[in-house]
């Protein structure tokens, strides 16, 4: 703690810190596309070539902000650091900041970096399965429900019992949009365990290989075990740290927070998640706070 205190203790050591995360090979003109700059101050970089000037925060996550760099870099390190997640008002207090909207909306900007543009699929043996999020009333599979979300379930299955996952909601449960889903999560050749819902006999069509299995016949009468783990660690998360209040348009990036954490839950270096966390948001498009959809309870 002390040690990171120490290395980011001025803006200067932030904006140094991002330069060599956005450019790890040198800088990179954005115009002209030329290797070299000057350093100018405030994290500004001046292209050798065609002399145009750009900021090392621009056309990222952190572009137009407002608030200093440390604060920021402050709020990355806390929430790498609670296991569990934060709430909106737990880094509120946290940071000391003055507007709970902030807090909130920082979080909201994070949670989208907290998905590689570009990221691995999973591959091997992955089960699937879908469960549903929020509302009061339970729900038909297949066509959805009032008030829920329903969310597709990939969890890779290691010697260990589960690797990584994959989360994201759908639709509805019919072979088209579990085909979508699933391009997007598990790469083609995998081979993929279901509890035989007719939906994902389509599956076979795009290179998977499917392993329906049905109750009876599954031991302890589980079809797939390991995603109604992660279907019941998902919503106890979204109910202890986040009170269940998440509406339906959010959800989708509290599901890449969940996913963010949980692949990385045997990781003992906060560092490293902090690392990857901040590389991410470099990444990432800028997200305008009006883009932002802002119906929250508190
Ligand atoms: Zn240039």
Known sequence: MIEWIDMFSTEEACLEYLGMLRWPDGYICIRCGENGAWKMKSGLYRCHSCRYESSVISGTLFQDTHKPLRLWFEAMWYVVNQKNGVSALGLQKALGLGSYHTAWEWLHKLRRAMVRPSRDRLKGFVEMDETFIGGERSGKRGRGAEGKTLVLIAAE??????????????????????????????????????????????????????????????????????????????????????????????????????????????????????????????????????????????
Request: charged share 20%.
């Open 157 to 298: 299955e290691t010697s260990v019992g589960i690797g990584r996952i994959r989360l994201a909601p759908i639709v509805d449960a019919s072979g088209e949009s579990l085909k979508e889903a699933t391009l997007q999560m598990v790469e083609p050749g995998s081979t993929l365990r279901t509890d035989g819902w007719d939906g994902y006999n389509i599956l076979p069509n795009y290179g998977y290989i499917h392993l329906p299995t049905s109750h009876k016949n599954a031991e302890s009468g589980d079809t797939t075990p390991l995603s109604h783990l992660v279907a019941s660690l998902l919503k106890r998360w979204l109910i202890g740290t986040h009170q269940g209040a998440i509406s339906h348009e959010n959800l989708k990036y509290y599901l890449d927070e969940f996913t963010f954490r949980f692949n990385r839950r045997t990781s003992r270096s906060r560092g490293k998640l902090f690392y990857r966390l901040v590389q991410q948001a470099l990444q990432v498009d800028p997200v305008p706070a009006k883009s932002l959809t802002t119906t929250y309870s508190r």
